[in-house]
C-alpha cells in the first residue's frame, strides 16, 4: 500500500539568527525576506513548483506569505494555492506563519467589488479566509487608496476587521503620505495600530524614499515592507542577455518590454559587476540596497523556482 507521507518542515528553520527584523514599534518579528503570491502560485502555474517554492521558504524561516484577493491568475486562485498548502502542509504551522491578504482592486462584478468602501472590505475578507481555509489572517490591508470613498469608511472597516478576529493587525498599501498620515492617526486614536505600509521600493524606483513615506513609517514606528524589491526580475541577471521564453517579460504581463531600456540595462551590468567585486549576486545585492534603507523591515520577493529564491535569501548574512 502507497501511503502518503506528511511533509515535514526542516529543524533548522530559525537557525539564522540574521532573519528577523522588528516590524517598526509592534511586537511582531517578521523576516527581512517575505514571499509574494502575486505571480506563480495562481492556478495556471504548476501546483508541485508553486509548493516546493513555499516549502523551500518556510524551510529557511520566510514566515512571512503575502497575497490579495486578486492575485492569480484568475483572481482569487493564489489564495486557494494557499489554501491547499495549509490542507498538504502548512496547517500544522499555522501559528508560525504570518499571513496578508488585501482588498483594493477589481475582484468581482459589479460595484462591490472595488475599491474601497466597507461593503467591499468586509466581504472580501470573508471570501479571502474561505479560499485560503483559514479561520484569521494575521494581516489585512487596504490595498489601494480610493479616493472617491470618504478614508474614515475605509479605515472604519479595517479597524473591524480586526475587532472582529478576522485579521490581527491592519496594513496600508500604495497610499500617498497624506493619506497614510490621516490613516495612521485615524487607527491609532482607535487602538488599531498602523502595523506596516507596503509600498514598492527598489534601485530603480526609489519614491517611498523621496516622498518622504519611508521617513514618516520610521518616525511612527509603523514596519515598511518594500515590493518587487528585484523590479520584477530586471535588477538580478534575467535579461542581462535577452528576454528568456520563462521569464515574466515573455509572458507580456506586468513586466513589459520597454522597461527593458538601454539605461536600465547599463544600471544593472554596473549592479552586477558591483556584485561580482564583492562575490554577490545580482539579486542579492540588489535586495541588500533595499534592506539598507533605515526602516525597511522585509523584502517582499517573488520566485518562479526555488533556485532563484534561494538566491534571494543570500542577502541575509548567516
Ligand atoms: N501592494 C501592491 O500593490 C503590490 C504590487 C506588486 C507586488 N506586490 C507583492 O510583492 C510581491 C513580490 O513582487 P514581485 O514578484 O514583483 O517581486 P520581485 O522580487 O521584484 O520580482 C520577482 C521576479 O523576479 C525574478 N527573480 C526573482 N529572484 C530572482 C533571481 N534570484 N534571479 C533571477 N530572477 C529572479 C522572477 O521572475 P521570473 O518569473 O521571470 O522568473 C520573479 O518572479 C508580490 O508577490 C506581492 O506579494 C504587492
Redesign the pocket.
Known sequence: MNIRQRWIASEGRYDNNAMYQRCGRSGVLLPKVS??????FGANDPYERSRLIAQYAFDHGVTHF???NN?GPPYGSAEETMGRLMDDDLRPYRDELFISS?AGYDMWPGPYGNWGSRKYLMRSVEQSLRRMKLDYLDLF?S??LDAETPLEETLEALVDIVRQGKALYVGI??WPLEQLAFGYAYLRARDVPLLIY???L?LLDRKPVETGILKFCREKGIGFIA???????L????YVDGI?P????A?AG?LTKDRLTPEVLDAVRDLQRQAKAKGR???EEALRWVLDQEGVTS???????V???A??LKCVEV
Open positions: 514571499l509574494g503570491f502575486w505571480q506563480n503575502d497575497l490579495a492575485y488585501k490591508y490595498h489601494r498599501s500604495n507596503q509600498g514598492r527598489n515590493f518587487s524589491p528585484l523590479a520584477q526580475g535588477l538580478t541577471d534575467r528568456s520563462d521569464s515574466r517579460m509572458r506586468s549576486s545580482t539579486a523584502v517582499l520577493v517573488g520566485a518562479s523556482s533556485a532563484q529564491l538566491d534571494d
